[in-house]
């Protein structure tokens, strides 16, 4: 049963929508734009950037503090097992200002950079992710970050002390009926003198059951004086007619703040409306370049907690007369989380000292990192869980009831599970990624693919492409991955060399641009349907920005003198696992069961397969697929809980 309050909408319209989101120029360089272009821009991010020595000052101080409190403030079993944040605990942490991390000193916040941002929440995911995510949602995506791009010096003034101090936000833009798709959007904020009032209900509302604050998309009707559109607002919860009508449970998270709240003719100024009519999501997709960071770096935090237990428990486990690791079969997991987790740390350092410089434009970098972080981590977690073996399914109460260390690995796990989810699932991540990538070729030739253009269009549209392509291709067949001594830099005495990495990078960017050029070719404006492909393209990317980043950042540690031998020998390995990774992806590009796939689930969807189904039965309980959510007085009580 469908929500009969969500509107149809075409295809077209629904890419019209998104297309219109998105930040439209490249104003400053891009290392992963040039990458999917062919173009090893190593200068980009080599010498690896590196942080203002006042502002390693300040950060390291609070990580000294926030560390201490992790340590006595924060009991993560607590959570676990009363799926709650203390209310003493969130205390503890307005004291310490980390609801203020990223908001400037003049409003009361630390003023921290993205870098120190980062290591926080990696330091308090690594205790307890359930903390991580209250803190990353407030000042990721809550008001902070769109009223520190895009909103009025009254709103900052009025909104962002109250935030570093004591409120705490969320943001609110999923409806139960409407997840990636926003043109979809059913909310809506009609015009009514200075205020606007919203109706509509929005589903998954991370720390929106205890916020004081709201960011709530919604959509304008146009009208005489109103552009109209998705548009963003600030709207105080404690509001009339606003309710949080459930507090929703996980498989993991349990101590998440996270709910369905319902707008029923709530009056919102106008003067809480951020940026113009029509601007909410290309608000929400600005505010995400930098702040989809906060779940890569609490995945790096896995990874470092992932590699800790797995080096200890090895240690302490034999088999057949021999540690644990010393059996290849483990060992080669060992090796694979302490290369990930060294590979996935220079990914999120580097995207985050290049987002505090903002000499680059990293929209496509802090996707790769979110993508990748998400997905490696689940990884590395899990195959932590197949080290521990059965304890590694246990519960960590259940281990300490019968005397043996709580090690929380399964819960960790339906922890990390949700980030190949959260704030863009991996198959949104893909398309958005693979649609930045060919922004260039699009921006040249993508008339002559769209079929609204007239033959005028196309003519020019072609004489363009006819120029780029001329300039560009030639470019592909030759580079210095092809040049034994490239890099050489990267090949000190008594290290491990690197240089031959970069120059697969290097190598393979170009045949990454050449297959991307070819289906274009093939496909034409058929290639958006071809998700499967668009996936391995990104894949790939991901992988030789990741190798990048690794050798970049191991050469950075050799040249300050720290682990800088270790740091070699990590990197190496990470770009050999890496290496075969991408080599798989590029087989994958052309031979593949794509074709096969779709009329498998064209049968299946038809109904022609239900005998596969037979002899089982079906636990789920009697309901909607998908929840009413026409607007309309709260259905429910309010269990919206303002933490003290």
Known sequence: MTAPSVRPVSEREARRVAEAAREQGWQKPSFAKELFLGRFRLDLIHPYPTPEPEDVRRGEEFLARLRAFCETGIDPARIEREARIPDETVAGLRELGAFGMKIDVRYGGLGLTQVYYNKALMLVGSVSPVVGALLSAHQSIGVPQPLKLFGTQEQKDAFLPRCARHDISAFLLTEPDVGSDPARLATTAVPDGDDYVLDGVKLWTTNGVVADLLVVMARVPKSEGHKGGITAFVVETATEGVTVEHRNAFMGLRG??????????????????????????????????????????????????????????????????????????????????AATTFALEAIVDLSGQMADEDRNDIRIEAALAKLYGSEMGWLMTDELIQIRGGRGYETAASLAARGERAVPAEQMLRDMRINRIFEGSTEIMHLLIAREAVDAHLSV??????????????????????????????????????????????????????????????????????STFYAMSRWQGRLETKQGFLGRVVDIGAELFAMSAACVRAEQLRTQGAHGREAYGLADAFCRQARIRADELFARLWTNTDA????????VTAGACTWLEEGILDPSGDGPWIADATPGPAKYDNVHRPVP
């Open 596 to 603: 096969l796939d779709r009329s498998v689930v064209n049968a």
């Open 445 to 514: 030739a993508g008339d002559l693919i769209d079929p609204e253009k007239t033959l005028g269009d196309k003519a020019r549209a072609g004489a363009r492409a006819g120029g780029f392509y001329a300039r560009w291709l030639p470019k592909l067949v030759a580079g210095p991955g092809q040049l034994p001594t490239s890099y050489a830099e990267f090949h000190p005495a008594g290290h491990t060399d690197l240089s031959g990495h970069l120059r697969y990078v290097e190598r393979a960017s170009r045949r990454l641009a050449r």
């Open 256 to 337: 998440i703040e996270n709910g369905v709240t319902r707008f029923h003719g709530v009056r919102v100024p106008a003067a809480h409306r951020i940026g113009p009519e029509g601007a909410g999501l290309k608000i929400a997709l600005t505010t995400l370049n930098t702040g989809r960071l906060s779940i890569p770096a609490m995945c790096v935090g896995a990874g470092k907690w992932c590699l800790k237990i797995a080096r200890e428990w090895s240690a302490a486990r034999e088999q057949w007369g021999k540690s644990i690791a010393r059996h290849e079969a483990v060992g080669a997991k060992i090796s694979f989380i």
